[in-house]
């Protein structure tokens, strides 16, 4: 079940190769996320020291959480849960010129763990962004003459 989605992600990026990751969350944020509070624009993740970190999404405080301790700070710095090879990985491609790690969603999976899709993605120019829109609308035209 899909909570939270990075429409604008295809849009702005090539995806060259998706992984999943789980996530540190307190117990409000989880809330919260089950009641639709999630943003993912314009948030990216870091790869530092080892670990990887999920940077500038946002997390709508918990409704009923009350202030202070019981509630969440909705743009804190979130842990992502990934092997060390796959941090490894990550942290030499995005070396590399251009490349960066998009978050694509957040979502629940079977057993109801929170898990977050990422993306290692290569930026659009402008003129890649209007072609692939120019594309996207003849498909559209042509499937409403059929």
Do not use: C, W
């Amino acid at each position: 079940m899909e909570l939270v989605t990075n429409r604008k992600a295809t849009h702005d990026y090539e995806i060259l190769e998706t992984f999943e990751a789980g996530m540190v969350l307190l117990g409000s944020e989880i809330k919260s996320l089950r009641n639709h509070g999630g943003s993912l624009q314009d948030a990216f993740v870091d790869v530092k020291g080892g670990g990887a970190t999920l940077i500038n999404s946002s997390i709508a405080p918990y409704s009923k959480g009350g202030t202070g301790v019981f509630n969440h700070e909705e743009r804190r710095p979130r842990k992502l849960l990934m092997h060390k090879r796959e941090i490894e990985t990550l942290r030499k491609k995005t070396q590399e010129k251009g490349l960066a790690i998009i978050p694509l969603s957040i979502y629940l999976n079977k057993k109801g763990i929170a898990k977050i899709r990422i993306a290692l993605a290569k930026g659009k120019k402008a003129h890649d962004k209007r072609a692939a829109l120019k594309e996207k609308a003849d498909r559209r035209s042509m499937k409403d003459l059929d």
